[in-house]
């Protein structure tokens, strides 16, 4: 028998023999009391903060397991702290379990409230009068009441924010505060009030004569099918229209009957093409000069109207083109949040609304790093406004009156309002705890959180409804397994062990959980799932239903395998399945059998969003990637984004826009400026890491000769280093795309290797590609190089086993052994 088997024997052995002393203590908030000692279902203690305190005033010398009965056990600003303050540590493996009774259902800790059914009332004209007119008159019958501050549990508020606020939860769904427009509503039957053309791009030359501002739709005239449009403010003592005519020109001239523009005219711009975004050329010999530019469509899209103009980048106020805003003038400020800048990242601001000037200034700085800022042509909503109350899952609380104000569904069995601010439970720096079989909801914060702490575990526990995270972990040789996400403010699971200045693995694995619908408060760059630092694995885990990224990894020696993403970037574009980027120090990475598919992204009008596959960002570097499949993206289906000494091999890239897309980025992208975003070098020294000596310079040699610093990194001779040098893409199938291979940049002739890689005329040969079955027949062209490796697609996904499992078999072989020895 080998010796790590003899070895494996020997401990069971001996936990075997331990199980025996164990002690066990019972909870249970219904007939339980805290005078009780605890030690039986008969006597046992009433709170689960008794149960913890009861083996805190001693060293845990024998497993301690904490069983708790079915049943709500509220946590309102508590928490469950297990510390190495609090509990003295043990050598014993894993000495405390938090876990239900056998053979009942979960127990609930809950940081809500449950509001009664019988507390909600009717809106009435006098008990409501503060918020009764502004209500719309039409939808006062569906609003229901609800007097917070007379309910029997204590009801806190605090002050509204963008985030981490008290939210409404009815039949465990979560209600929206009331926003215009509504959640999710389109409508593309016409154009918004007006449009605003925007100023050339080229500020070289001077637009002449100026035609920008805001333009007025005549509905009643149409050319070529288009509405028509004519400037709000005449031009040199003439009004500009814009139209299309049937010869598809785009034209902006002063006729108002359609017609190609004559010399009598005056000073004109047209072209030709489909659709309405982009530049309209001068036409020089008319006197017009310089190319003003068209936006997209300004119609409602997915609960969003657009920004008209913003002048200045970095400013703080837009012009808006929506006359709903013009009725919110009455109010200091306005909740809003939108895309200010780019179409990943979202930002909730408070914005004063001048009517006179159809103005919008927000009251702080968008954005950050690369992305400051504001530009035309974004979308963006407002929100918290009781005058917007109306439509079902809505709802608007009046803080100083504290009152609920609801839209409710006909038929309701229960309602929740989320209080606490606090964890459900901490633990910090403490070693050997297991929680199973709980379940956690309803925080405005975030739920769970491990500082500094070994040998955890997570297991079949759900989480659901809270304002921030599910789990924040930090530690090492741990594991979060079989666990159900849904309905989170935030990440599901942010998972960091392992230390970077040593390479020191941290042995942590993020293994077989489902998410759906996290990130629903905060989804910039927010991924439902995220392994970071050194030495992890992230397994057999489910996304779907995700507003951003699916899964992110920010590490080195990380593998991210087995996993699976459906419909993700729901809300987002330029965002990824699975996601890192911008640190040469995330080296070492395996990305292997993966398959993430079926995604469309935010779906921007004018096709201008995408979502991507995999997504290597912005130098990123030394990842293996092999054996994935990508399919069904409305984007690409890998982005290789100048990273260096990438492996990229035997993966099906199937029906994306773009199979692959790369370039050559890094030179105009990196910063020289001391420690900000995309300055490399010093990112990695920010990160603990030492190139030059070991264990860096021997693990990853090649960093070692990068120049010292950035000034030098930037002379012409040493910018290779940010092309994609040592990069080899060969073996892959691509199939049924519009674009298979996208080389922006010249980044082709920078790669070491591109080769035996198929293309949309080269028939793979699936057997079932419509159901999601990507295995070939041996007549695919793909077996022709001789390259192709199996994909084991039946190991791929939640609850699936792969290799690795044969260590587990072992495992339960050696418990058979030790049985059968007692």
């Known amino acids: ?140 019958n569906s609003i229901k009441v609800c ?42 039957s016409h154009q918004t009030e007006r449009i605003f053309i925007l100023p050339p791009t080229d500020t070289s030359v001077q637009l002449t004569p100026n035609v920008t501002g805001y333009y007025i739709p005549r509905t009643e005239v149409l050319c070529g099918n288009e509405t028509t449009f004519k400037s709000e403010q005449s031009v040199n003592g003439k009004y500009y229209y814009l139209y299309k005519n049937d010869s598809s020109y785009w034209t902006l001239s002063t006729r108002f009957d359609c017609g190609v523009p004559t010399q ?27 190319n003003p530019v068209l936006q997209q469509p300004n119609y409602i899209y997915r609960g ?98 504290k009152k609920l104000y609801i839209y409710l569904p006909a038929i309701v069995d229960k309602v929740w309002i989320s209080q606490t601010t606090s964890l459900l439970v901490n633990v910090h720096t403490f070693n050997n705890l297991t929680i199973q079989n709980i379940i956690f909801e309803y925080t405005r914060k975030t739920m769970m959180s491990f500082y500094l702490s070994n040998n955890i575990l997570v297991k079949n526990c759900t989480f659901r409804h809270s304002g921030l995270m599910g789990i924040y972990f930090s530690g090492n040789q741990s594991t979060i397994t079989h666990n159900i996400f849904y309905d989170m403010g935030s990440e599901a699971v942010y998972m960091r062990c392992g230390n970077f200045t040593t390479l020191y693995r941290g042995e942590c694995y993020l293994t077989h959980n489902y998410a759906n619908t996290t990130s ?114 409305v984007g690409r289906c890998i982005e290789h984004g100048s990273g260096r000494s990438n492996l990229i091999y035997n993966n099906i890239f199937y029906k994306c826009n773009d199979g692959y897309t790369g370039d050559s980025r890094g030179p105009r992208r990196y910063h020289t400026t001391p420690n900000v975003f995309y300055n490399l070098l010093d990112t990695m020294v920010n990160d603990g890491v030492d190139r030059y000596t070991s264990p860096w310079k021997d693990q990853f040699p090649e960093w070692a000769l990068l120049p010292k610093t950035s000034e030098e990194l930037m002379k012409e ?33 920078y790669m070491k290797r591109w080769e035996m890689n198929t293309n949309s005329s080269q028939d793979p040969m699936f057997y079932d590609v419509d159901n999601n079955d990507f295995k070939m ?28 499992y044969s260590v587990l078999t072992e495992f339960l072989t050696v418990i058979c052994l030790v049985v059968f020895l007692f």
Not at 264 to 289: L, Q, W
């Open 1 to 140: 028998m080998p010796q790590d088997i003899m070895n494996l024997k020997f401990v069971l052995i001996v936990l075997l023999i331990v199980s025996t002393f164990s002690r066990d203590i019972y909870v249970d908030n219904t007939s339980g009391s805290d005078q009780n000692p605890g030690d039986s279902k008969i006597y046992p203690f009433e709170s689960i903060q008794k149960a913890i305190s009861s083996i805190a005033s001693s060293e845990i010398i024998e497993p301690v397991t904490i069983y708790i009965k079915s049943g709500y056990y509220p946590f309102v600003n508590n928490s469950i702290d297990i510390t190495k303050w609090s509990i003295k540590n043990s050598t014993i493996p894993r000495p405390i379990t938090i876990t239900k009774y056998p053979n009942e259902n979960p127990p609930v800790i809950t940081g809500g409230v449950k509001i009664p059914i019988s507390s909600f009332r009717s809106l009435n004209s006098e008990t409501d009068k503060a918020q009764y007119e502004k209500i719309q008159s039409s939808k006062r």
């Open 147 to 188: 007097d917070l501050d007379k309910l029997y549990d204590r009801i806190d508020l605090g002050i509204f924010e963008a985030d981490s606020n008290a939210e409404i939860y009815v039949d465990d769904k979560r209600f929206r505060v009331a926003r215009y427009p509504n959640y999710e509503y389109t409508d593309t």
């Open 264 to 290: 009598s005219d005056g000073a004109y711009f047209t072209i030709k093409r489909t659709a309405m975004a982009g530049e309209v050329k001068a036409v020089e010999e008319s006197g017009a000069k310089g």
């Open 304 to 401: 969003n109207m657009w920004t008209a103009y913003a002048p200045d980048k970095l400013g703080r106020t837009f012009y808006y083109s929506n006359d709903k805003l013009g009725e919110y003038t009455k109010y200091d400020s306005v909740w809003m949040r939108g895309y200010w800048l780019i179409f990943s990242q979202d930002q909730a601001v408070k914005g004063t609304i001048d009517k006179n000037k159809r103005t919008v200034t927000v009251d702080r700085a968008l954005g950050g790093g690369d992305f400051e800022g504001m530009i035309s042509g974004m979308p963006f909503y407002i929100f918290n406004l009781i005058e917007e109350l109306d439509e079902e899952g809505e709802y608007y609380i009046d803080y100083e009156e």
């Open 520 to 633: 629903q408060v905060s989804f910039t760059f927010v991924p439902a799932f995220s392994i970071a630092f050194v030495g992890n694995y992230m397994k057999h885990n489910y996304v779907e239903n995700n507003p951003h990224l699916g899964y992110a990894h920010n590490g080195a020696y990380l593998e991210i395998s087995y996993n699976e993403a459906k419909n993700i970037c729901t809300r987002a574009s330029d965002c990824g399945a699975l996601y890192s980027g911008t640190h040469w120090e995330y080296s070492g990475n395996v990305i292997k059998r993966n398959f993430f598919h079926d995604s469309t992204g935010f779906g921007q009008p004018g096709g201008g969003s995408f979502v991507i596959g995999i997504y290597l960002d912005d130098n990123l570097s030394k990842q293996r990637v092999y054996q994935n499949v990508v399919s069904n993206f």
């Open 717 to 749: 001779e040493n910018l290779h280093w940010l092309y994609m040098e040592n990069s080899e893409i060969y073996c892959n199938v691509f199939y049924n795309h519009k674009k298979d291979y996208v080389f922006t940049e010249q980044c082709d002739k």
């Open 777 to 804: 027949r041996k007549e695919g062209e793909i077996y022709k190089y001789n390259c192709w490796e199996e994909i084991p697609y039946e190991n791929i996904g939640i609850n699936k086993r792969d290799n690795a």
